[in-house]
């Protein structure tokens, strides 16, 4: 059994925004394992206590582009972090993120490291990006960062008021017959946050986590242990439908899936991506 330090505890309540009291007893009945600690206050259905403790603002924007390539398109996709908001609308911040992104595609690059090691003039991006910082006054760095390729690639770039640059991307590839709706499915992506393609895609460990959790609620809400299994299969299907895209609901025509969506236009859609400012890892 793990100890149940008071960092762990702390880890688990910023994880899941339950109370102390909640997760030293959850803690306890999983013997200090942090992922079925989880998985216990999520069967208890315990609230959210709110926001996550400690955790820093980032502010910032998301630049992007499609490209022509031998093959298709390529989408690139680079998070820009500011500390503020007032930093990430100005005009300058702006056209430093786009200047970044130029970067990218020039250097073709696949992670959020390769373009930091990138060309920038005579530098890289990454000693770019550290004199930047100088200049808006603030700490600035390379969040996020996505690249996707197909047939056609469509992106999405949605700005939560007018006044503020893009603070969400998505992007999604398909092929050249999926591309008559893929505008439709990048609008999908933006607002529902689709996190898998199809239920394949969903990890072996995160299909059973959630089984697990569908199961002692099920017994926990004095289900007969008989009809059990049904109920799990239902929940199950209820949770690929919210996460895996082309089972969700088309917001547009909720009669209708997002897969529905692409069979009917003969397409097919190979892969996506959605950032969205802040949402990646903290800073240590």
């Given at each position: 059994?793990?100890a149940?330090?008071?960092?762990l505890i702390?880890?688990?309540?910023?994880d899941?925004?339950?109370?102390?009291?909640?997760?030293?007893?959850a803690?306890?009945e999983?013997e200090?394992?942090?992922?079925?600690?989880?998985?216990?206050i999520?069967?208890?259905?315990?609230?959210a206590a709110?926001?996550?403790?400690?955790?820093?603002?980032q502010?910032?924007?998301i630049?992007?582009?499609?490209?022509?390539?031998?093959n298709?398109?390529t989408?690139?996709?680079?998070?820009?972090?500011?500390e503020?908001?007032?930093?990430?609308?100005?005009?300058k911040f702006?056209?430093?993120?786009d200047e970044v992104?130029?970067?990218?595609?020039?250097?073709d690059?696949s992670t959020?490291?390769e373009l930091?090691?990138?060309?920038?003039?005579?530098?890289?991006?990454?000693?770019?990006?550290e004199?930047?910082?100088?200049l808006?006054?603030?700490?600035?760095?390379?969040g996020q960062?996505?690249k996707?390729?197909g047939?056609?690639v469509?992106?999405?770039a949605?700005k939560?008021?007018?006044?503020?640059?893009?603070?969400?991307?998505?992007?999604i590839?398909t092929?050249?017959a999926?591309?008559?709706?893929?505008h439709?499915?990048?609008?999908?992506?933006?607002?529902m946050?689709?996190?898998?393609l199809?239920r394949?895609?969903?990890?072996?460990?995160?299909?059973?986590?959630e089984?697990r959790?569908?199961?002692?609620?099920?017994?926990?809400?004095?289900k007969?242990?008989k009809?059990v299994?049904?109920i799990?299969?239902?929940?199950?299907?209820?949770?690929f439908?919210?996460v895996v895209?082309?089972?969700q609901?088309?917001?547009k025509?909720?009669?209708?899936t997002?897969g529905?969506?692409f069979?009917?236009?003969?397409g097919t859609?190979t892969a996506f991506?959605?950032?969205e400012?802040?949402?990646?890892?903290e800073?240590e």
């Open positions: 059994m793990a149940i330090t008071a960092a702390k880890q688990v309540r910023e899941t925004g339950a109370g102390m009291l909640d997760v030293k007893k803690l306890t999983a200090g394992d942090v992922a079925r600690a989880k998985e216990i999520r069967a208890k259905g315990i609230a709110g926001k996550r403790e400690g955790r820093k603002a502010e910032g924007t630049a992007s582009k499609v490209v022509e390539t031998a298709g398109e989408g690139y996709a680079v998070e820009l972090n500011s503020t908001d007032f930093v990430a609308k100005t005009p702006v056209e430093f993120a992104l130029g970067y990218a595609v020039a250097a690059a959020a490291q930091e090691e990138a060309k920038a003039g005579d530098s890289t991006v990454k000693v770019a990006v004199e930047a910082a100088a808006f006054g603030e700490h600035v760095k390379v960062y996505a996707v390729s047939e056609h469509e992106i999405y949605h939560k008021s007018a006044e503020m640059p893009p603070s969400i991307v998505a992007m590839a092929d050249k999926g591309a008559a709706v893929a439709e499915a990048a609008l999908q992506i933006s607002a946050g689709a996190q898998w199809t394949e895609d969903v990890p072996a460990d995160v299909v059973e986590s089984r959790v569908a199961t002692e609620k099920s017994l926990a809400e004095g007969p242990e009809i299994p049904k799990v299969e239902g929940r199950l299907n209820a949770f439908k919210e895209l082309l089972e609901p088309f917001v025509d909720p009669s209708k997002v529905e969506l069979k009917e236009v003969g859609a991506v959605r950032i400012v802040g949402k990646g890892a800073e």
